[in-house]
């Protein structure tokens, strides 16, 4: 990557990245910082928070990286967040929703979220809109959505009662359903925005080792991780799409695709649903208490 580092520059753009403490996350601001971008890293553990600094600092010395902690699986850390960077910031250029989990077994937040549905759905839908005044002061902006090719196993179950209720809980059916509901958001974001300069685009990474099965995934979720092994492709690699997106100017006015391997890819059938997708921002503005 260090070939590409002076093309496409990014001097005097804001980038704020989710997870950015680790996997592809962490290669992606590295890069970004690389091409001269003010990294501004989201993450929810300080000490790894550091580490991506100094990593960043490596690459580019000058770079001042700053660090913005939230558990993104919080709403209300979400609303504090979404205002520090209000405060902080005049502008946005690009803003990554890169953070992401795979369950283990079924887990309430305390705020009465099932934990992947709020962290890798709710959290980026209710930050990008507070965020989007930043965006739009930025002239051009883009959004960037990592989302998976598990969405062509997910759907939308209509109420928070139904996804959460014990007997019917699968902690990768989970997954696949917070993955289709990225991509269903990046459509309609992309409609809503499209007499504006923001672009909104989303990606399938890989599948990317980076320990996102944990050690309470459910034996055949680890199996299925397992048998993947042989195809999974380093952090380096899956980083490619989100630096991509971020900065390469043929995209500059492209919204509303899905990216896989740097290039427009094919969704599911329901993925390409307007319906489905003005459905699911009707139950995310629920869920995630948005006026």
């Known amino acids: ?133 930043l965006l739009d002061a930025a002239g051009r902006a883009r959004i960037i959505n990592v989302a998976s090719e598990a969405h062509w196993l997910g759907e939308i179950e209509p109420a928070q009662t139904f996804r959460n209720a014990p007997d019917k809980y699968s902690s990768f059916t989970a997954y696949c359903d917070s993955k289709l509901a990225n991509i269903l958001f990046t459509n309609e974001l992309a409609h809503r925005l499209e007499l504006t300069g923001i672009t909104a685009n989303c990606l399938h990474p890989g599948i990317v080792d980076t320990g ?24 380096e690699v899956g980083a490619k799409t989100s630096i991509f997106l971020a900065s390469d100017p043929q995209v500059a006015s492209i919204s509303g695709r899905y990216f896989k391997n740097s290039q427009p890819a094919r969704t599911s059938g329901t993925a390409r649903n307007r319906a489905e997708a003005s459905r699911l921002w009707r139950i995310s503005e629920e869920e995630a208490g948005l006026e």
Not at 36 to 42: F, K, N, P
Not at 43 to 57: D, F, G, S, V
Not at 73 to 95: F, G, I, Q, W
């Open 212 to 235: 996102l099965v944990n050690p309470g995934s459910s034996r055949a979720m680890k199996l299925m991780w397992w048998l993947a092994r042989p195809v999974m492709v380093t952090a």
């Open 1 to 133: 990557m260090a070939a590409l580092a002076d093309s496409h520059r990014l001097d005097g753009k804001n980038i704020l990245i989710t997870g950015a403490s680790g996997g592809i996350g962490q290669i992606t601001a590295r890069e970004l910082a690389r091409r001269g971008a003010h990294l501004i890293l989201v993450c929810r553990n300080p000490e790894r928070a550091e580490q991506t600094k100094a990593l960043i600092q490596q690459v580019n010395p000058a770079s001042t990286p700053d660090i913005l902690l939230c558990d993104l699986s919080l709403l209300s850390e979400v609303r504090a967040l979404a205002a520090e960077v209000l405060r902080r910031y005049p502008t946005l250029d690009v803003l990554i929703n890169n953070a992401g989990i795979m369950p283990g077994p079924l887990t309430i937040t305390a705020e009465g979220h099932e934990l992947s549905w709020v962290t890798n759905h709710l959290a980026p839908f209710l930050l990008t809109n507070l965020l989007l005044p």
